[in-house]
């Protein structure tokens, strides 16, 4: 049984190494594409406890300010995108954008990434919002082990061949009360 679910997997790791299945796949090839002003957003949302959402809010966590942490995180993941998935092209990223926002029921955050390229960049920005979600749960899971990522999608592109795109978007995170 064990051995139909290796074999019916495309993507199989033996010692570390790609199985041969994978050498059917590969990179899209860009070199014919004319480089095009490149912006992606993307956002995702970290539902938390009411003390888990006080503690980002005002920067008491053992590990330190999460908000500034995961912003951080989520811009340095961006720049590593390419390292990560295996077929996303190297992006010469022209800026890298992140918001992170406490509302009263979960904290929000916001990704956009600029670039000038021959293929989009909505890997970078939906790599910056998961790694700055996953910061958030990582210094918030000792108050709130029953925290949850979200919604993390691409709300809009702009550039290349297939032109602008937007999600129609939900309602945002509650504000927190001022």
């Not at 919604?151 to 999600?167: N, S």
Request: aromatic share 4%; hydrophobic share 45%; with cysteine.
């Amino acid at each position: 049984r064990n051995k139909q679910v290796w074999q019916s997997c495309p993507f199989l790791l033996c010692n570390g190494v790609f199985s041969r299945r994978i050498k059917k796949r590969a990179m899209i090839d860009i070199s014919g594409k004319e480089p095009t002003t490149r912006m992606a957003v993307a956002v995702a949302r970290v539902r938390l406890s009411a003390e888990a959402l006080e503690a980002v809010r005002t920067g008491m966590l053992p590990k330190g300010p999460a908000q500034e942490v995961a912003r951080l995180a989520g811009i340095m993941a961006a720049k590593k995108c390419s390292e990560l998935i295996p077929f996303c092209h190297q992006v010469p990223l022209d800026q890298v954008q992140v918001e992170v926002a406490v509302g009263r029921d979960c904290v929000e955050i916001r990704a956009t990434a600029r670039a000038r390229a021959a293929t989009g960049v909505e890997m970078e920005a939906l790599t910056a919002v998961a790694i700055a979600a996953l910061t958030i749960y990582d210094m918030c899971k000792a108050l709130d082990p029953a925290a949850t990522i979200t919604d993390v999608r691409v709300l809009r592109k702009t550039g290349g061949k297939h032109g602008d795109w937007a999600f129609e978007e939900e309602e945002p995170c509650q504000p927190a009360d001022e």
